[in-house]
């Protein structure tokens, strides 16, 4: 059974920065495709970021695109999301998500299609 666990979340100033984790436990994620996606209050799910495991392409929501950078660590089986100039509207719980096999491109944006969910960690921008 695959467990995903984020962590890295918090309260930070507008403009600031912060960097979440996703680590996965259970099995590789050699060639999967693992997404970040958050929740505000009172909103529906959004994408923010994928990354293929095999070969490293990456996708971003154009809310983010520029401020926010997808990466991970084989060795560590570890999603991370490097989120800097953070704005009030980036405040949300976000979540981690995995599928064992690649995703095609224009499905990564898709909730439905990954099969491993994180709990969600907290992050709130405000001064």
């Known amino acids: 059974q695959v467990q995903l666990t984020e962590s890295g979340g918090g309260l930070v100033q507008p403009g600031g920065s912060l960097r979440l984790s996703c680590a996965a436990s259970?099995?590789?994620?050699?060639?999967?495709?693992t997404a970040w996606f958050r929740q505000a209050s009172a909103k529906e799910r959004e994408f923010v970021a994928s990354?293929?495991?095999?070969?490293?392409?990456?996708y971003y929501s154009n809310s983010v695109k520029g401020r926010f950078t997808v990466s991970r660590d084989k060795a560590k089986n570890t999603m991370y999301l490097e989120m800097n100039s953070l704005k009030a509207e980036d405040t949300a719980v976000y979540y981690c998500?995995?599928?064992?096999?690649?995703?095609?491109?224009?499905?990564?944006?898709?909730?439905?299609?990954?099969?491993?969910w994180g709990q969600g960690t907290q992050v709130t921008v405000s001064s």
């Open positions: 998500a995995a599928h064992g096999s690649s995703v095609i491109v224009s499905a990564v944006a898709n909730g439905g299609m990954y099969h491993y």
């Open positions: 259970g099995r590789a994620f050699s060639r999967g495709t």
């Open positions: 990354i293929r495991w095999s070969g490293g392409d990456t």
